[in-house]
């Protein structure tokens, strides 16, 4: 449910879905073929959504209220660091200047939210047998 109560998205197996708060459909988007199930996050004041499991299993950064997407998430593979993961979890820092994705290979992601910048790839432990880090409480 978004921050001012307006809209839900809906997680699902194949596809995340945008309703209003009265249950009239916005729209579908579905499954890039990544194993990863979708995991549907609004920022703290509902400008943004992110939805992991998207664009070749990167995040994406998304209008709440159409899901179109506003910029493209800078892909380490961007910078010639090599990445064997993939994001299952996002969150949104409390003042929205950041945002986080946990991937699948014990690495945290941090970028920049206006610009899509990567502004940091965090190393951690592998946790539940390879399944790297399960999911992003919150970030400062």
């Known amino acids: 449910i978004s ?3 307006m809209f839900v998205l809906i997680e699902g197996r194949d596809s995340v879905q945008l309703f209003t708060n009265n249950g009239v459909f916005i729209k579908q988007l579905s499954r890039d073929g990544s194993e990863i199930e ?10 943004y959504s ?7 299993a990167w995040p994406s950064m998304l209008d709440s209220k159409t899901l179109v997407p506003l910029i493209k998430l800078q892909n380490a593979k961007d910078e010639n660091i090599y990445v064997e993961t993939e994001i299952k979890d996002v969150t949104f820092s409390p003042d929205e200047k950041t945002f986080a994705g946990a991937g699948t290979s014990g ?17 951690g432990r592998k946790l539940c047998h390879g399944k790297g880090v399960q999911r992003v409480i ?3």
């Open 138 to 140: 919150q970030i400062l």
């Open 50 to 56: 992110s939805i992991s499991g998207m664009d070749d």
């Open 107 to 123: 690495k945290m992601y941090v970028w920049d939210t206006k610009t899509g910048r990567l502004l940091h790839i965090l190393e």
């Open 38 to 47: 979708y995991h549907a996050e609004y920022s703290p004041t509902g400008k």
């Open 3 to 5: 921050p001012d109560g």
